[in-house]
C-alpha cells in the first residue's frame, strides 16, 4: 500500500475543499449575503486547516514507519520498532503488534514470546489486546500444549476484544487438535459449527469436523450433524464461493488468518462443493491431509512454511 500517496491525495482533497469553501462567498454578488456566508464558513475553515496541520505532523513522525511497512523489509520495521519499544520503553498497541507480526513474518517466534514477556510486565492490556497474535506464535512454533493453557488462560480472564473472543476460541480447539488431543478440540469445534456469528469460524470448524474429527471421535454422527448445520449456516449467508472469497479477503491482512490461510482455502472448496460425491479415493487423499498437522507437527508446509507466511501476511496499521 502506498500509504504517502493516499495522505498526499487526502491532503489535495482537503486543500480542494477549503479554496472552495474560502472562494465561494466571492462568487455571491450580495455582500451581505457574503459577509453570513462568511460567518458560516470560517469555522469549518479552521477545523479543516487543523486537520490538514495534524495530518501533515502525523505523516512526518511516521514517515519511516510508513516507508518500511510499503517496502516490506522486516528486518529493518523489526529494529526501528525495537528502537521505539524496548529503547524508548513505548509500549503502546500499534508499535506492540506491529512488531509482533514483523517477528511472526520473519518466524522469529523466540522473539515474540520475548516481547510478549516485556510487554506483560510494563503493561498488561497490550498483550489481552494481542492474545491472537501471542497465541499463535506458539502454535506455528509447535508449542501447542503451551498454546492451548496460553488461550484458555485469556479466555478465562474474560477481559478479550469482541472481535478477536471466537477467534481466540477457535485457536484454543486448533491448539488442541494439533497436540492430538481430539476430544477437546471437538469440544470447541462442535460449538463453533453451529453457533459462531463469523461464518469463517463457523466453516473452518464445520470443515475440520467432518474432515478429522469425526473420523476419531466416539460420537461421529455428532460430529458429522454439527459439520452440516456449520455447512448450511455458512451457506445460508455466503451464497456461493465468490461470496466465501470475499468474507475471507476481509480479514487477510491479520497474521493468524494468514498462518491458517490453506485450510480456510479448503474449507471454501468443501463448502461450496456438492455433497457425498466424493470417491473413497477422494476422502482419504482429504483425510490424509488434515491428518498431517499433527503427525508432521510444526514442519507442516501450512503452518510454518516461511515463504508461505510472509507470502500471505500482509501487516497493516492497527487501527
Same mark, same amino acid.
Not at 491458517?260 to 457425498?276: M, Q, T
Given at each position: 500500500?502506498?500509504?504517502?500517496?493516499?495522505?498526499?491525495?487526502?491532503?489535495?482533497?482537503?486543500?480542494?475543499?477549503?479554496? $472552495?469553501?474560502?472562494? =465561494?462567498?466571492?462568487?455571491?454578488?450580495? #455582500?451581505? #449575503?457574503?459577509?453570513?456566508?462568511?460567518?458560516?464558513?470560517?469555522?469549518?475553515?479552521?477545523?479543516?486547516?487543523?486537520?490538514?496541520?495534524?495530518?501533515?505532523?502525523?505523516?512526518?513522525?511516521?514517515?519511516?514507519?510508513?516507508?518500511?511497512?510499503?517496502?516490506?523489509?522486516?528486518?529493518? !520495521?523489526?529494529?526501528?520498532?525495537?528502537?521505539?519499544?524496548?529503547? &524508548?520503553?513505548?509500549?503502546?498497541?500499534?508499535?506492540?503488534?506491529?512488531?509482533?507480526?514483523?517477528?511472526?513474518?520473519?518466524?522469529?517466534?523466540?522473539?515474540?514470546? &520475548? !516481547?510478549?514477556?516485556?510487554?506483560?510486565?510494563?503493561?498488561?492490556?497490550?498483550?489481552?489486546?494481542?492474545?491472537? $497474535?501471542?497465541?499463535?506464535?506458539?502454535?506455528?512454533?509447535?508449542? +501447542?500444549?503451551?498454546?492451548?493453557?496460553?488461550? &484458555?488462560?485469556?479466555?478465562?480472564?474474560?477481559?478479550?476484544?469482541?472481535?478477536?473472543?471466537?477467534?481466540?476460541?477457535?485457536?484454543?480447539?486448533?491448539?488442541?487438535?494439533?497436540?492430538?488431543?481430539?476430544?477437546?478440540?471437538?469440544?470447541?469445534?462442535?460449538?463453533?459449527?453451529?453457533?459462531?456469528?463469523?461464518?469463517?469460524?463457523?466453516?473452518?470448524?464445520?470443515?475440520?469436523?467432518?474432515?478429522? =474429527?469425526?473420523?476419531?471421535?466416539?460420537?461421529?454422527?455428532?460430529? !458429522?450433524?454439527?459439520?452440516?448445520?456449520?455447512?448450511?449456516?455458512?451457506?445460508?449467508?455466503?451464497?456461493?464461493?465468490?461470496?466465501?472469497?470475499?468474507?475471507? &479477503?476481509?480479514?487477510?491482512?491479520?497474521?493468524?488468518?494468514? $498462518?491458517?490461510?490453506? +485450510?480456510?482455502?479448503?474449507?471454501?472448496?468443501?463448502?461450496?462443493?456438492?455433497?457425498?460425491?466424493?470417491?473413497?479415493?477422494? #476422502?482419504?487423499?482429504?483425510?490424509?491431509?488434515?491428518?498431517?498437522?499433527?503427525?508432521?507437527?510444526?514442519?507442516?508446509?501450512?503452518?510454518?512454511?516461511?515463504?508461505? $507466511?510472509?507470502?500471505?501476511?500482509?501487516?497493516?496499521?492497527?487501527?
Amino acid at each position: 500500500m502506498k500509504f504517502k500517496y493516499l495522505i498526499i491525495a487526502f491532503s489535495i482533497l482537503i486543500v480542494f475543499f477549503l479554496l $472552495i469553501t474560502a472562494l =465561494l462567498p466571492l462568487l455571491i454578488p450580495d #455582500q451581505a #449575503q457574503a459577509v453570513n456566508l462568511r460567518y458560516v464558513t470560517s469555522p469549518l475553515l479552521f477545523f479543516m486547516s487543523a486537520i490538514l496541520v495534524c495530518l501533515g505532523i502525523f505523516f512526518l513522525f511516521n514517515y519511516r514507519l510508513f516507508l518500511l511497512l510499503e517496502r516490506e523489509d522486516w528486518p529493518a !520495521l523489526a529494529y526501528y520498532l525495537e528502537q521505539k519499544v524496548f529503547v &524508548k520503553n513505548r509500549y503502546n498497541n500499534r508499535y506492540v503488534r506491529l512488531l509482533a507480526s514483523s517477528y511472526m513474518v520473519m518466524s522469529d517466534y523466540p522473539s515474540v514470546l &520475548k !516481547l510478549e514477556n516485556k510487554a506483560f510486565l510494563v503493561k498488561k492490556s497490550v498483550v489481552e489486546k494481542n492474545v491472537l $497474535i501471542f497465541g499463535s506464535a506458539r502454535v506455528i512454533s509447535g508449542d +501447542y500444549k503451551g498454546a492451548a493453557t496460553f488461550f &484458555k488462560t485469556h479466555l478465562e480472564k474474560g477481559r478479550l476484544r469482541r472481535q478477536d473472543l471466537e477467534w481466540i476460541r477457535w485457536f484454543y480447539g486448533f491448539s488442541w487438535l494439533l497436540g492430538s488431543t481430539f476430544d477437546k478440540a471437538e469440544h470447541e469445534f462442535l460449538s463453533m459449527a453451529v453457533s459462531s456469528s463469523d461464518a469463517i469460524i463457523s466453516g473452518i470448524s464445520a470443515y475440520f469436523l467432518a474432515n478429522n =474429527l469425526a473420523n476419531k471421535s466416539l460420537r461421529q454422527q455428532d460430529c !458429522l450433524s454439527a459439520a452440516e448445520n456449520g455447512r448450511d449456516r455458512v451457506l445460508s449467508v455466503l451464497k456461493d464461493f465468490e461470496g466465501w472469497e470475499k468474507e475471507v &479477503k476481509k480479514a487477510e491482512t491479520e497474521i493468524h488468518i494468514a $498462518i491458517i490461510r490453506k +485450510y480456510i482455502d479448503e474449507a471454501g472448496v468443501w463448502l461450496f462443493s456438492p455433497r457425498n460425491t466424493e470417491t473413497a479415493d477422494e #476422502q482419504q487423499e482429504t483425510d490424509g491431509r488434515i491428518t498431517g498437522i499433527h503427525e508432521h507437527g510444526a514442519s507442516h508446509a501450512v503452518i510454518s512454511d516461511k515463504k508461505y $507466511i510472509q507470502e500471505r501476511s500482509k501487516i497493516k496499521e492497527p487501527e
